[in-house]
């Protein structure tokens, strides 16, 4: 179809002479949006999802960093404080650190990366389940098992696991002469004895994701790798794996995400105790603004906050490293 | 359920006919919303009684009841205050009120307190009273002490303690005997409370006790350390079970049961617990917290569950006259009996059920409480004082020398709480 102003055009070559027959079909003024429609469809496309995400997630970060600058009950009025709850956090001023951010902080460490260990392990069960052996779906759905049942579940079954007198671990332990431990019990072993919980059902979601990325592993090149002679680890390293790349980026995606918002395996198994030391920030940031006596909203918004400031430098990789895959894609 | 409702039944005509205060002349009617957190079995029952009763009585009355969990109450009740609120909510007296009376989310009944009915309730005044008003009303209460096992006690010659050095002497009898003196379940924290105020108040008062829950003594004086110098004596004995901060109140149960440990300081609360894990009333008995330092009246932990109307309450008469119902004689002798919450009612006309350890806990509470009543630990500290100092009893009761340090922590947290 040609534009108005071409069609106006070919009339005008006749213009000399009135015309005979009237023009049946006079040139359409169309309407503002039929002259934007390329522009405007995909941000009408993209608008709920935007309001949404400015609603749920863009304005209460806001709020929060507004909170975080005020000592409010939750209840009452709020009270400007600057950044006190800053300063006692960090231990600006003459302030000590919060002990128990401290102790938090360093739990973060510890989830995030330890819980990377999921990722090879993963890995390693999709390879060992990645053949056709009869009855592997079977298989492969018991690996799966774990990422289906809650996380809550998990941490109930571990934390029976771990019993000081009855549990499983100390049983087995038992049997080759170990003596009883009570994991959730010791302050410097309950963290590492939830990351275990955690990397359970963490393994499981890596292990699908890989096994997926394997379909997709090209054959033809396997063979050629093959017939160059390569095998085993070499074969893994410089042929498998580098096709794998998608599928580790995402384990790597879920798995860090899935270390910062560690809080229902914590709230279960140790209910944040011994004395505190399994707190993450996220248990921190509840037990302080929401928890039963919990009423400083201000110094659990400023926790908010710095693992906000945290999680950004993730998601700013994130985005970057996507960024760029998709620059390459063109 | 069916018998409760008709035997309240018969019982509400006779108290409505009974109590002036009660028929009143002027029908409520509209609607009153009750949400309450008594959600386990027994409670539930009760308060739907109450309901049903309340309806009955006032038939142009409209009840919605809503019953939440009683643990996720202690969370949801700021967002049911807040928007909306119901016209009456349960919750706990003392310091636990403190957010919701600040806030002005609790209305304040002091004229209700000033009703010829209330001065049966007198005994409770003082916990629901804040800044000089009231904010509620008490519907039941249960005493706190020592539930041992009778059998262990006579296989082993003891009798119950009255002084620290009896306690110590029966505690290492036990121990000689392969057992442990208590069984506890620090998981969450509270049950470490019940010693602090025990160990606390017998061996200073409940005067002192009182002036470190306003925060007026700082954690570190000498007087604090002489407390826990008295209960790591019990700690260095090994008179607590091994592991007890991964259980709870209720997983520390069963080594009382098996007899692997021979006592609990607990709440009347867990006699049910007990008797349903095996233990006949021959084996289980009851003492009171021995006393410490012998110049020192007894004050008794005794935590009382409350009613309370909100301050948005829409149909404020309502929520009064359920008030002067639930605090009325009959009423509180109706929900504390044994068949129903199995604990002590408030008002002072009510009849104590005849449950050996109700009677006996009434007896102790009334006549041997001369010191003080304390609402307990997390009801009479201020909250993040609470959280900070059950999270440091514990750990003192792992690791006892890390006094110190925790010590120093709970005065860092005084001085900011109430500087």
């Not at chain 1, 963490?202 to 699908?208: D, E, H, L």
């Not at chain 1, 603004?289 to 950004?312: D, K, N, T, W």
């Amino acid at each position: 179809m040609l534009r108005p102003a071409v069609r106006s055009q070919i009339k005008g070559i006749p213009m000399a002479t009135a015309p005979i027959v009237p023009d049946r079909h006079p040139p359409v003024q169309r309407g503002w949006y039929k002259r934007n429609e390329i522009r405007l469809t995909p941000w009408l496309f993209l608008a709920p999802a935007m309001l949404f995400f400015a609603v749920y997630v863009i304005v209460p970060i806001g709020q929060s960093v507004w909170i975080s600058f005020h000592e409010w009950d939750g209840l009452g009025e709020a009270t400007w404080v600057g950044t006190a709850n800053y300063d006692r956090l960090l231990g600006l001023g003459d302030q000590n650190m919060d002990r128990k951010f401290e102790t938090s902080f360093w739990n973060n460490i510890r989830w995030l990366i330890l819980y990377l260990l999921a990722i090879p392990m993963g890995l390693f069960i999709a390879l060992f389940l990645n053949q056709t052996v009869t009855g592997i779906r079977v298989y492969k759905s018991l690996f799966f098992f774990p990422f289906v049942i809650s996380q809550v579940v998990v941490g109930l079954v571990f934390s029976w696991f771990y019993l000081p007198r009855e549990g499983l671990l100390n049983a087995i332990l038992g049997l080759v002469g170990a003596g009883p431990i009570n994991i959730l019990g010791d302050p410097d072993m309950a963290t590492y004895g939830i990351i275990a919980a955690g990397l359970w059902p963490q393994t499981a979601y890596c292990m699908i994701l890989y096994l997926t990325g394997l379909n997709s592993v090209d054959p033809e090149q396997v063979e050629a790798a093959r017939l160059d002679g390569a095998k085993g680890w070499r074969m893994l390293w410089y042929v498998v794996l580098p096709q794998l790349k998608p599928a580790t980026f995402i384990a790597f995606v879920v798995t860090i995400i899935g270390a910062l918002r560690s809080f229902d395996l914590i709230s279960i198994m140790t209910n944040g105790g011994p004395f505190g030391s399994t707190r993450v920030l996220s248990f921190f940031m509840f037990e302080e603004s929401l928890s039963e006596f919990g009423f400083r909203m201000g110094y659990g918004a400023a926790i908010a906050v710095v693992l906000f400031i945290i999680m950004l430098f993730f998601i700013a990789y994130f985005l970057w490293s996507m960024w760029r895959d998709e620059k390459e894609g063109r | 359920m069916r018998s409760i409702i008709t035997t309240s039944f018969a019982a509400v005509v006779a108290a409505a006919i009974a109590s002036g205060a009660i028929a009143q002349d002027d029908a409520l009617s509209g609607e009153l919303r009750i949400t309450s957190d008594m959600s386990n079995p027994a409670p539930r029952a009760v308060i739907e009684g109450m309901v049903a009763d309340f309806g009955a009585m006032h038939p142009d009355l409209d009840i919605e009841l809503t019953i939440v969990d009683r643990e996720a109450w202690k969370t949801q009740i700021r967002n049911a205050l807040g928007a909306n609120p119901p016209d009456v909510v349960n919750w706990y007296a003392a310091n636990r009120m403190r957010p919701y009376v600040d806030a002005g989310l609790f209305a304040d009944i002091s004229d209700l307190w000033e009703e010829e009915q209330f001065a049966a309730l007198e005994s409770t005044k003082g916990a629901l009273t804040l800044d000089d008003k009231q904010w509620g009303v008490p519907y039941t209460y249960y005493q706190w002490g020592v539930y041992y096992r009778a059998d262990i006690f006579e296989e082993l010659g003891l009798s119950e303690p009255t002084t620290w050095e009896e306690e110590l002497a029966n505690c290492q009898a036990i121990i000689d005997s392969g057992r442990k003196c208590y069984t506890i379940g620090t998981k969450f924290l509270w049950t470490a409370g019940g010693w602090f105020d025990y160990i606390n108040s017998r061996t200073h008062g409940y005067d002192f006790h009182m002036q470190l829950a306003r925060g007026e003594i700082p954690w570190t004086d000498d007087r604090v350390r002489e407390t826990f110098a008295n209960w790591r004596q019990l700690i260095d004995m090994g008179a607590f079970i091994d592991d007890h901060q991964t259980y709870s109140w209720q997983e520390a149960l069963p080594f009382m049961l098996n007899g692997e440990a021979t006592s609990y300081l607990m709440g009347n609360f867990a006699v049910a617990a007990m008797r349903d894990g095996g233990l006949t009333n021959d084996q289980l008995d009851f003492y009171q917290f021995p006393k410490i330092n012998p110049d020192v009246a007894y004050a008794e932990d005794a935590p009382t569950d409350t009613f309370h109307m909100a301050s948005g309450a829409q149909n404020p008469d309502a929520a009064r006259e359920f008030l002067r119902y639930v605090t009325s004689a009959d009423v509180q002798t109706r929900i504390n009996a044994g068949d129903a919450l199995g604990q002590l009612p408030i008002n002072a006309n009510a009849s104590v059920d005849d449950d050996k350890f109700l009677q006996q806990g009434f007896e102790m509470l009334s006549n041997n409480a001369t010191g003080g009543i304390m609402q307990f630990f997390d009801r009479d500290f201020e909250a993040e004082m609470a959280s900070v100092g059950m999270e440091g009893l514990q750990e003192f009761m792992v690791f006892p020398d890390n006094l110190d340090d925790i010590l120093m922590r709970l005065e860092e947290t005084r001085q900011r709480i109430y500087q």
